[in-house]
């Protein structure tokens, strides 16, 4: 086998001086306005598709997500964890590329496991966020794709941050992500209190899922529900959205019809 001059040393490079400037045109960041540039901005233009959420509430986080994984509308996937178990006290989710969402919620992991051997302490869950914030501004308008949620339980209780890989962190008490995450959003507005039970906020989290997945066509598979508590993290529930939960959710509606006639006719006959 005869390798190429420029990969006999090792791993063959890019030929270009300036790494940065290459990916900031390939990707439609740069500040030029060529028709190259446009072409080649959308020749990498990435097409995305995942719902994610998480909010706090009287008893901790509930994190739930989606399972598919779709390259334009080829479904890869519908088998995908797009939450990352960082460590038993934090969570992180994925939506964007699922590369780079691994990869850098993996690191973050590797470096919490450094801060607690260090410190002799676990790390706080704005700490981390920060810790990953900084790290993907570094690769500001180099191409990443992440839209994260980090969260968990330390000395002040359950936090909840979104990252994003322009290094965009922000703290809130309900995040979704992805483009299914209008659709859930509607649900978790009109169903979210801060004193929902435990019961109530898991099927909070599957109900906006499961929504989200039948209206939006790259968000499917599996809903996967996980719980924060001051003790770690739990995995609840793995369900499958386009059988179980849609027949299930379809009957609840229909008794729910049948109730509200019911009661319309009774009132009608007592008037």
């Not at 598709?49 to 989606?66: C, H, K, M, P, S």
């Not at 973050?108 to 990953?132: D, F, P, Q, T």
Request: glycine share 10%; aromatic share 10%; charged share 20%.
């Amino acid at each position: 086998l005869q390798l190429p001059s420029s990969a006999a040393a090792g791993i063959a490079l890019p030929d270009v001086n300036a790494p940065e400037s290459l990916l900031a045109t390939a990707f439609g960041t740069a500040s030029s306005s060529s028709s190259s540039a446009a072409a080649a901005a959308e020749s990498l233009r990435f097409l995305h598709g995942t719902t994610t959420l998480a909010f706090v509430f009287e008893g901790g986080v509930v994190v739930a997500v989606d399972s598919r994984a779709t390259m334009g509308q080829y479904i890869g996937s519908g088998s995908v964890r797009k939450v990352i178990e960082i460590n038993p006290y934090l969570l992180g989710t994925m939506a964007g590329g699922a590369a780079d969402c691994s990869f850098w919620e993996r690191d973050l992991g590797r470096r919490c496991k450094l801060y607690e051997l260090r410190n002799k302490e676990r790390i706080s869950v704005a700490a981390a966020s920060k810790l990953l914030a900084n790290t993907v501004y570094g690769y500001k308008g180099m191409g990443l794709s992440m839209g994260t949620m980090i969260t968990g339980w330390d000395k002040t209780g359950p936090a909840l941050y979104y990252v994003d890989n322009d290094g965009t962190r922000l703290k809130g008490n309900k995040f979704s992500v992805g483009s299914g995450s209008t659709y859930a959003y509607g649900v978790l507005d009109v169903g979210y209190r801060w004193d929902l039970s435990v019961e109530e906020a898991l099927e909070l989290g599957r109900r906006a899922i499961y929504h989200a997945t039948h209206r939006d066509a790259a968000s499917g598979g599996y809903i996967n529900v996980y719980h924060v508590k001051q003790d770690g993290w739990v995995n609840i529930s793995h369900d499958d959205s386009g059988m179980h939960k849609h027949y299930e959710y379809a009957a609840q509606q229909q008794q729910q019809q049948r109730s509200d006639t019911d009661a319309t006719m009774q009132a009608s006959s007592a008037s």
